[in-house]
């Protein structure tokens, strides 16, 4: 049974960090390129950041990039997103995809406000 557990939302004042985690099984983790995407309230689901499956390559949305940073252990099936300099604009529910796959997380909420 696939499963992907996101963890680490939370409220963060603008200025701040978070550090999302997505703990993975049933599948073969360390093969497969993994990524982010968000929705914020009454807008699409975008894609955040996306890295390959040796951790090669990675790839950013122009609004995160240079703040954000996807990373990930292959030895624990988990990928990770560093989240630094939160703006507002940010809050959303961030979820976990396994590229080329069905495989969605439930999702976990940012939210960015003073």
């Known amino acids: 049974q696939v499963q992907l557990v996101e963890s680490g939302g939370g409220l963060v004042q603008p200025g701040g960090s978070l550090r999302l985690s997505c703990a993975a099984s049933?599948?073969?983790?360390?093969?497969?390129?993994m990524s982010w995407y968000r929705q914020a309230p009454g807008k699409e689901r975008e894609l955040v950041a996306r890295i390959s499956s040796t951790s090669g390559t990675t790839m950013y949305a122009g609004s995160v990039k240079g703040r954000f940073t996807i990373s990930r252990d292959n030895a624990k099936n988990t990928v990770y997103l560093q989240m630094n300099s939160l703006k507002p604009e940010d809050t959303a529910v961030y979820y976990c995809?396994?590229?080329?796959?069905?495989?969605w997380g439930q999702g976990t909420q940012v939210t960015v406000s003073s």
């Open positions: 049933g599948f073969s983790f360390s093969s497969y390129t």
């Open positions: 995809y396994t590229w080329g796959t069905s495989y």
